[in-house]
């Protein structure tokens, strides 16, 4: 029974390019979630989408920052122009519709030279 | 707005000793409580969860948390701990009677356990 899968692990860029990070819920799940964690501080939520819906981006930066979860394929989380204040990890969870307990995936470790 | 605290930032205990880990939140409606553990380059998973019933929680690997309603705390305890046990803790919390959402999260606390 997979897990949450995220790729790539590890993903550097230098300012100004962009970053694209998968993810790919538990089997079953049709709820992902976002979070991004910097250095000694806590998860800090992002965005909460289904399928083919953004329900919650109340923690999504207004600019550069996007995420999607299509009908088909993993969810994207997209950060267009990096800049040096974006290198963190992102978290995504997963969760079955109608319940509340999350699962994590082992997140992407975003560094921005 | 929801928040969480964790007053220990780290802890650094011998093997054995008992632990007991703090967490309060604020908010003021029903709560869903979660301590998650994250090992050293690993992803965070599941210790235990509260929803409900029992505010005596048992979860995995002999830990154990306890939901004071009157204290908004959700501390984590371990009567004897293990150098394996060595991770960072978070606690978290989101609105409670069955809404999904986002989850708060603590800043974390590092657990170091001397062999």
């Known amino acids: 029974n997979a897990g949450v899968m995220q790729n790539p692990r590890h993903l550097v860029r230098r300012r100004g390019q962009e970053a694209r990070l998968r993810c790919s819920p538990m089997?079953?799940?049709?709820?992902v979630y976002w979070y991004r964690q910097l250095p000694e501080e806590g998860l800090k939520f992002m965005v909460y989408l289904q399928k083919e819906n953004i329900i919650d981006e109340s923690g999504m930066p207004k600019e550069r920052f996007s995420a999607e979860f299509p009908k088909e394929g993993p969810s994207i989380l997209r950060i267009q122009q990096v800049v040096r204040g974006d290198s963190a990890a992102y978290f995504c969870?997963?969760?079955?519709?109608?319940?509340?307990?999350?699962?994590f995936g082992p997140g992407t470790r975003l560094t921005v030279l | 707005a929801q928040s969480v605290s964790q007053h220990n930032h780290h802890v650094i205990l011998s093997e054995a000793a008992s632990l007991e880990l703090g967490c309060n939140y604020s908010?003021?409606?029903?709560?869903?409580l979660f301590w998650y553990v994250q090992y050293p380059g690993q992803h965070l998973q599941l210790l235990l969860k509260?929803?409900?019933?029992?505010?005596l929680v048992k979860g995995i690997k002999g830990f154990e948390a306890e939901f004071i309603k009157s204290k908004f705390s959700f501390n984590l305890r371990k009567p004897s701990v293990q150098w394996s046990d060595t991770a960072e803790y978070f606690c978290a919390v989101n609105a409670g009677g069955g809404s999904q959402g986002n989850l708060i999260f603590g800043k974390g606390t590092k657990l170091s356990v001397k062999p």
């Open positions: 509260y929803f409900s019933g029992d505010p």
């Open positions: 908010y003021g409606g029903t709560v869903n």
């Open positions: 089997k079953g799940h049709s709820h």
């Open positions: 969870a997963s969760s079955q519709a109608g319940e509340v307990t999350q699962y």
